[in-house]
């Protein structure tokens, strides 16, 4: 912290007095030079913003903090609690849940966890998240094979086929070359999807964004470019030279994937064909140019095997897992609505796409592998929107606990992490409590206004206004669609190109620890859940992983000797 810092004195808690919050104003933005009325007027509109926000729906600053004692015993806890995890799960994981926070960056992670806390009327610092629960926590390197900031293609490839591979494309290695469809085949690489289908689990994908987006589409599909959503998005050379879409090789690739959850419904019937909730609207329509109505084929492929395809939340919910064996849910032409706008009669929640899933996929004695997507956090840090995309989190977050309600860690690994980061932030010496959406309890030294928390390095937030930096304190800043000051103007924001973290818990968990490449997050899993590549340490039936790889040899050693002596 620079030593001439404005910052918060006192005990930095919610209840600080006026007095206190106007000092660590006034002696932050002291400017002799500066015009003295523009300076009162924006220091008078501060202390009411600190006022209003003080006195309406913040929680007190909680009085057992100030004894030791509570900081001792609940440190002491932790350490009894640590000290259990040093009896490892070494269990097979029958089931393995991937939960994937699109753009869910560490500041992320903890701008959610106070934004759950304030949701429920306390502070939020001190709030855990589903996934703050988790016992093991990891660092993961996002970087593409040729991009130093990563997008979610390349990421995806990563840490469903356990191979890095270039910006852009899914499926394939870094052999390929985006948008180039003859660098396609022979460079295909299979994910932890097709493994757990091969090794007879059940499987699944649950997304808010379109099924055929990047996230998902790298679990099932080959293509050198993201965006081939449907052949209407590919150009006509890709077609004649044999590459398919990306909704295509959903229905194609791996066949009989149990349950398939998101959005991306306009993708999968013939062009212009009207849409089943949006009738008459041009840009929810079809897409398709070769006529072919994939749902419909679905249908007709399931229909004598318990499959059922809905297209809205009462649909799904009026379903008796029991009785489906697959199931096909497409509820939006294109990406599901942020959950702030999420019509509750007509639109499943993330949550409720989970538990149907889970409920669905473990009937099956052998496990299941389930990918879950929050694909929409970062959609609302693209726009700005820092409001819609911790939202998202937070809900994501609702989902990864009813999961937990639904297996047993026991038996199920279960890993949330993000693809990569976003250019998002928060600070200004917020006091405690302050509502994660609200102002920085000064103003800039420089131009005199105040500002948000919540910044972005570059952005659509950007705005000018008389060629100076817009007063936040003149417009409604707390607003769901309110686009962060950003310091650089782009029309969509970036990602952020640092480490993400890894939250695991279940058998095997604990190898996921310390700085690993993103690719190593599959691997692990097909370990856990001896699938793919690794099952030679699964000798045991006993309900654990099987014996250690080091200790599988030297038992194969010596029942040899054995029978040659």
């Not at 001792?72 to 269990?91: F, H, I, S």
């Not at 840490?159 to 890095?164: D, E, F, H, P, Q």
């Not at 090794?199 to 993201?226: C, E, L, M, Q």
């Amino acid at each position: 912290m620079p030593p001439n810092a404005a910052r918060p004195r006192g005990d930095g808690g919610p209840a600080s007095s006026a007095s206190q919050k106007w000092h660590v104003m006034s002696r932050g933005t002291r400017q002799p030079h500066r015009d003295d009325n523009m300076k009162m007027t924006s220091l008078l509109l501060i202390v009411c913003s600190c006022l209003i926000a003080g006195s309406v729906g913040r929680p007190q600053f909680p009085e057992k903090e100030k004894d030791p004692k509570y900081w001792n015993a609940g440190a002491q806890m932790t350490l009894k609690n640590a000290l259990t995890l040093q009896t490892l799960n070494k269990n097979k994981a029958e089931n393995l849940i991937l939960f994937l926070g699109d753009g869910m960056g560490v500041p992320t992670v903890t701008a959610a966890r106070i934004l759950k806390g304030q949701l429920s009327g306390q502070s939020g610092e001190e709030t855990q998240l589903e996934m703050d629960k988790f016992p093991f926590v990891s660092l993961a390197k996002t970087y593409n094979t040729n991009a130093q900031v990563p997008d979610s293609a390349g990421t995806a490839t990563a840490y469903l086929c356990g191979v890095k591979a270039n910006e852009g494309t899914v499926g394939v290695s870094a052999a390929a070359v985006r948008s180039q469809c003859n660098t396609t085949e022979g460079n295909e690489v299979t994910s932890i999807l097709r493994w757990a289908k091969d090794a007879g689990k059940s499987v699944g994908i649950v997304t808010t964004t379109r099924v055929n987006h990047a996230t998902p589409s790298a679990a099932y599909a080959h293509s050198v470019d993201r965006d081939w959503y449907s052949d209407n998005e590919m150009p006509a050379e890709a077609l004649q030279a044999g590459c398919k879409d990306i909704a295509r090789q959903l229905f194609e690739n791996i066949p009989n994937i149990d349950v398939i959850m998101g959005g991306g419904r306009k993708y999968m019937f013939p062009k212009n064909r009207s849409d089943v909730e949006y009738p008459g609207v041009a840009k929810h329509s079809g897409t398709r140019k070769d006529g072919r109505d994939l749902v419909q084929e679905w249908i007709d492929k399931t229909k004598d095997k318990k499959g059922h395809y809905v297209w809205n939340k009462k649909q799904l919910l009026s379903l008796n897992p029991n009785n489906v064996d697959y199931l096909l849910g497409l509820f939006e032409p294109g990406d599901l609505p942020y959950d702030l706008e999420r019509n509750s009669e007509t639109d499943p929640s993330l949550t409720e796409m989970v538990e149907v899933a889970i409920k669905i996929l473990r009937k099956n004695p052998s496990g299941f592998y389930l990918l879950v997507e929050g694909g929409r956090i970062d959609h609302g840090h693209h726009e700005g929107k820092a409001k819609q995309a911790l939202h998202e989190a937070v809900e994501m977050d609702r989902a990864i606990g009813r999961a937990s309600l639904l297996t047993s860690i026991h038996d199920t690994l279960t890993i949330v992490t993000a693809d990569h980061s976003h250019m998002f932030n928060f600070g200004g010496y917020t006091p405690r409590g302050n509502t994660i959406f609200g102002l920085a309890p000064m103003l800039s030294d420089a131009d005199q206004k105040p500002f948000t928390s919540i910044l972005y390095g570059n952005g659509p937030g950007y705005k000018l206004v008389n060629g100076a930096r817009e007063n936040v304190s003149t417009i409604d800043y707390q607003e769901n669609n309110y686009q962060a000051q950003a310091a650089v103007p782009l029309s969509m924001e970036t990602h952020g190109g640092e480490d993400v973290a890894v939250f695991a818990k279940g058998p095997m968990a604990h190898l996921l620890h310390g700085v690993h490449e993103q690719n190593y997050i599959p691997h692990v899993m097909a370990y856990a859940g001896c699938i793919g590549q690794n099952r030679e340490h699964c000798l045991s039936r006993s309900g654990t992983a099987g014996l250690h790889p080091v200790l599988s040899t030297i038992a194969t050693l010596f029942t040899v000797t054995r029978l040659l002596c």
